[in-house]
């Protein structure tokens, strides 16, 4: 059984930084993707960024170019979102996921974290 837990959230001014952690643990974690997704109060989840695990490629929203940066750390199963200048409407839980087998169905999430941009 897969287990995500993110961590790293927390209230930040706009023009600030987080970086959000993601540990997975499982007794064979070799996901083909994974991804970072949020969700804003009344608005639905959306996707942020995604790794693929086996080369590193990556896909962002188009909101977040040039300011986050998905990395991951294969040995420690641990995938990073590096959020810079961030802005208010950053706002939301923030949640890792993993797709398996690369169909694009994220199986496994983590609870979540809150991230908080302050105007």
């Known amino acids: 059984q897969v287990q995500l837990v993110e961590s790293g959230g927390g209230l930040v001014q706009a023009g600030g930084s987080l970086r959000l952690s993601c540990a997975a643990s499982g007794r064979t974690f070799s996901p083909y993707t994974m991804g970072w997704f949020r969700q804003a109060p009344g608005k639905e989840r959306e996707f942020v960024a995604t790794?693929?695990?086996?080369?590193?490629?990556?896909r962002y929203r188009d909101s977040v170019k040039g300011r986050f940066t998905i990395s991951r750390d294969n040995a420690k199963n641990t995938v990073y979102l590096q959020m810079n200048n961030l802005k208010p409407e950053d706002t939301a839980v923030y949640y890792c996921?993993?797709?398996?087998?690369?169909?694009?169905?994220?199986?496994?999430w983590g609870q979540g974290t809150q991230v908080t941009v302050s105007s």
């Open positions: 790794i693929t695990w086996s080369d590193g490629g990556t």
């Open positions: 996921a993993a797709d398996p087998v690369g169909a694009g169905k994220y199986v496994h």
